[in-house]
């Protein structure tokens, strides 16, 4: 009997001490293969991430390259001074501004936009009408080339020049719904 209740004992104190330990480590088992499993999702989420910011780089320089601001004016008072060039009698010889009415940017479209073209005549060198043609297309805000027109000048001043009559019509694009809904 002795021996009997010396196993029992001896069963049940390790039981009491065993068992909880044995719940302790499971439980601890389970936590470490958690740790391991986000470990490896760690290495997946961060090349993900790096991918990621790779790619909002790239359209971040796409918006700040590629894409033109639509204002909310015209404004082509300040297209006509940013376009102006000096006549100098050498590489410019003339130079008109016209501004025409407003309309819609496209005609019968669902869009607010609207446009309002302004047509640039000027005699001038070849490379001076290349100039103005890039400071439109360098400009911040959307500006469209709705035609361009070059005929060479002939005239006998101008002989020794390469001098040409242009006519550049261009398109201020603008949106003043965003101004009207204020």
């Given at each position: ?55 909002l780089d790239e359209i971040r320089h796409r918006v700040k390259t590629g894409l033109k601001v639509i204002p909310e004016s ?109």
């Open positions: 009997m002795a021996i009997f209740w010396l196993v029992l004992v001896v069963g049940v104190g390790g039981l009491l001490l065993v068992w909880p330990a044995y719940r302790a480590a499971a439980g601890l088992d389970r936590q470490a293969a958690a740790l391991r499993a986000k470990g490896e999702n760690y290495d997946l989420q961060a090349r993900r991430i790096a991918s990621l910011t790779i790619e015209s404004d082509i008072a300040g297209l006509m001074q940013t376009l102006s060039m000096p006549v100098d009698g050498v590489f410019v010889h003339d130079q008109m501004f016209q501004a025409g009415d407003v309309r819609e940017a496209v005609p019968g479209g669902e869009l607010s936009a609207r446009v309002q073209p302004l047509t640039v005549e000027m005699v001038a060198r070849f490379d001076t009408i290349f100039t103005l043609l890039r400071t439109a297309e360098s400009m911040p805000r959307l500006l469209r080339v709705a035609s361009i027109s070059i005929v060479a000048d002939r005239r006998q001043e101008y002989e020794d020049l390469a001098v040409a009559k242009v006519s550049i019509i261009l398109e201020a694009v603008f949106d003043s719904s965003s101004r009207e809904a204020r």
